[in-house]
């Protein structure tokens, strides 16, 4: 719920100590210094930051007087990247703007290198505004060498990032993932994977997450990258919490903690430990989360790193609250929230007014806490802006198409290869083979075309023509096979019964033609909005049927929620400018055996009949399904 200050400190870290792993040998620095001595430190402030420090620090007392300018401002440098590592964000700032006195020129390898190390420790939303603004006005000057662009590119979409801008991240990491491949340019392409692997598990494409956090992790573990490794796995315990796999995520934590352990990495060992205080929060092992939590603030507080110190308190007042200390937890998030928390990043600072909301009722606060409710929801919903969903699914898909493309043409390429060895033989061999060969192919032809015929067909009976989903049958089946599978595993699976507002109307106004392309757009919005692992089909009508597997209510009624502010996006033929559509919705749960679709379709028809008697355009859930839920579910629906 609140900022991976860690993924944050850590993508940082990957994003200035960029790992060119020539002949096995790590370098920090994203643009390196020419000098082999300076080059080796850059090295080091990767695999061991403190002699790093050490190092550079003894080269400017023994040499200074005989060191040019640029060695001096390429020496610190070297502290900035050690002092980065380290996630000590001022000394690393301090260090850069030391470094930046000696060279003059803005565009010399060096200052870039110094005013990347110092946007990349900036967590103030004012700080990161200006940071962005000063990135791009750099990379607007037009003198700047493709690789350090591309550097640039790797730090804008980070400070996107940060910002709550995951739509405008998304372009830019990905524009720097595929020119740092398209240049054969692996470090860089592996520093752009990392946030974007994070970027990817924020807009809950975890399948893509996972899959660059899995290259990142084989490319840290094959170049002996222990500290870069522990972050990687670090990583991914983060991506694995965002899909509920919370054992999953405890071991990714465990193993990442271990090798931060090993290095005396103290702030690496305390990130893990904060981690694993909010897993545990969400397994409500209160106690548990208590000691990891005041474990890591206590490390916290020692280096004085404000944002994450209040991150770690506001967990400890998650465990307050629950444990029936709402004085405690209001007083920890009354001393947060002052001033509106402006030294946080503002996408962190929306759930901490929800809770302080659930303080202040538990105290009886009745007013306070519908004014805390009002601010998240007010905050809440700038996040979810109509333009700014369909920007990043329109984003996401792209990097989707783009990938396939790459691989499409790989393999075109190794086909065109084959055939012409093909050819090779074929002509050394034509008299003796020329009959076998024909034959073969016209089989071949003939086999493919009753396969692309019975792939027709299956398609024709299982695919609506309209709006290109499964149909009311295919819906039917997939479902009844994830409630199989979710019974064989003992999980929940959630059914939304979607149906659309006054659409007898829609056809009136504007025709069938108006209708159906009021549906086709709604079947299309939704299946880009709703997640990988969901089943999405129509029901007959303008009903629509989704099914969301290993999915608990409170997540449910989240992806629903998203659904239904995307399909207020849609313009409505024939009733005037500006009137949109808008949508209801049931939801029920099947947690028991046996596990009968008619039966929860039923149990969803009666909450969807709710919605329509309680306004349209919102969701209700099935009474049952509530009462079968856990507390935890529960205290997050209310």
């Known amino acids: 719920m609140l900022r991976l200050r860690r993924a944050g400190a850590y993508v940082r870290l990957l994003i200035i100590l960029l790992l060119p792993f020539a002949c096995g040998l790590a370098r920090a620095g994203c643009i390196e210094s020419p000098d082999p001595a300076i080059s080796r430190l850059q ?17 400017l007392g023994r040499s200074k007087s005989t060191l040019s300018p640029e060695k001096v401002a390429w020496l610190h440098a070297v502290r900035a990247d050690a002092y980065s590592a380290l996630e000590l964000d001022a000394e690393a700032r301090a260090a850069a703007a030391a470094g930046a006195k000696f060279v003059p020129d803005a565009s010399a390898p060096v200052r870039l290198a110094l005013f990347m190390t110092d946007a990349e420790n900036v967590y103030d939303a004012e700080g990161m505004a200006e940071a962005k603004r000063a990135v791009e006005a750099v990379r607007e000057r037009g003198n700047i060498e493709p690789s350090a662009q591309r ?80 972050v990687s796995r670090y990583l991914r315990g983060i991506i694995l919490r965002e899909m509920h796999e919370y054992d999953a995520a405890l071991l990714a934590f465990a193993n990442a903690r271990a090798l931060s352990v090993t290095l005396g990495d103290e702030q690496g060992v305390a990130f893990a430990d904060m981690r694993v205080c909010e897993v545990m929060i969400e ?74 909301a659930d303080a202040n009722a538990a105290r009886g606060h009745i007013a306070a806490a519908y004014q805390d409710l009002g601010e998240y929801t007010r905050r809440y919903t700038n996040t979810m802006e109509t333009r700014r969903v369909r920007q990043v699914a329109a984003l996401h898909a792209r990097f989707e198409i783009d990938r396939e493309i790459d691989r499409n043409a790989t ?22 083979i020329i009959s076998g060969s024909l034959a073969v192919l016209l089989l071949t032809a003939m086999l493919m075309g009753a396969r692309r015929h019975r792939r027709q067909l299956a398609a024709l009976a299982n695919i609506d023509s309209l709006t290109g989903l499964p149909n009311r049958r295919h819906t039917a089946q997939l479902i009844e096979a994830a409630l199989e599978r979710a019974g ?37 919005l939704a299946r880009t ?90 969701v209700r859930i099935d009474q049952a399904s509530i009462d079968a839920a856990s507390s935890g579910v529960r205290r997050a629906l209310r």
């Open 43 to 59: 090295a080091l402030a990767i695999a061991d930051p403190h002699k790093a420090l050490a190092g550079a620090q003894a080269m």
């Open 151 to 230: 550097c640039l590119m790797i730090t804008l979409g980070t400070l996107q990032f940060r910002e709550n801008r995951a739509d405008l991240a998304i372009a830019t990491l990905t524009q720097a993932y595929r020119a740092a491949d398209a240049a054969g340019d692996l470090r860089q392409r592996m520093l752009a994977a990392s946030p974007l692997s994070k970027v990817m598990g924020e807009l809950g494409d975890y399948r893509q997450a996972l899959a660059l956090n899995a290259e990142l992790i084989e490319w840290n573990a094959s170049h002996d990258e222990t500290l870069t490794l522990s």
């Open 283 to 356: 397994l409500e092992d209160f106690a548990g989360a208590r000691q990891r939590c005041e474990s890591a603030l206590r490390t916290f507080a020692a280096s004085g790193t404000v944002d994450v110190i209040k991150q770690t308190r506001s967990l400890l007042a998650q465990v307050e609250l629950a444990e029936g200390h709402a004085d405690r937890a209001l007083a920890i998030l009354n001393d947060i929230l002052a001033n509106d928390a402006i030294d946080m990043p503002p996408r962190e600072v929306a759930p901490l007014f929800k809770l302080r």
């Open 411 to 432: 393999l075109q390429r190794q086909l065109r290869e084959s055939q012409q060895r093909q050819a090779e033989l074929q002509r050394r061999t034509w008299l003796t």
């Open 488 to 524: 064989r595993a003992s999980e929940p699976l959630t059914i939304a019964l979607i149906d659309l507002d006054h659409f007898k109307a829609i056809n009136d106004l504007g025709g069938h033609a108006g209708g159906d392309q009021v549906l086709r757009e709604f079947a299309r």
């Open 529 to 618: 909005t709703l997640r990988a692992t969901d089943t999405f089909g129509r029901w007959g009508g303008e009903e629509f049927l989704v099914a969301m597997p290993g999915t608990t209510l409170d997540v449910a009624l989240a992806v629903v929620e998203r659904v239904r502010t995307v399909a207020l996006t849609i313009e409505v033929p024939g009733r005037g400018e500006g009137m949109r559509l808008s949508m209801s919705a049931g939801l029920a749960v099947s947690e028991s055996q046996p596990r009968s679709l008619e039966a929860l379709v039923a149990r969803a028809d009666v909450a969807l009949y709710r919605a329509k008697d309680d306004g349209r355009n919102i």
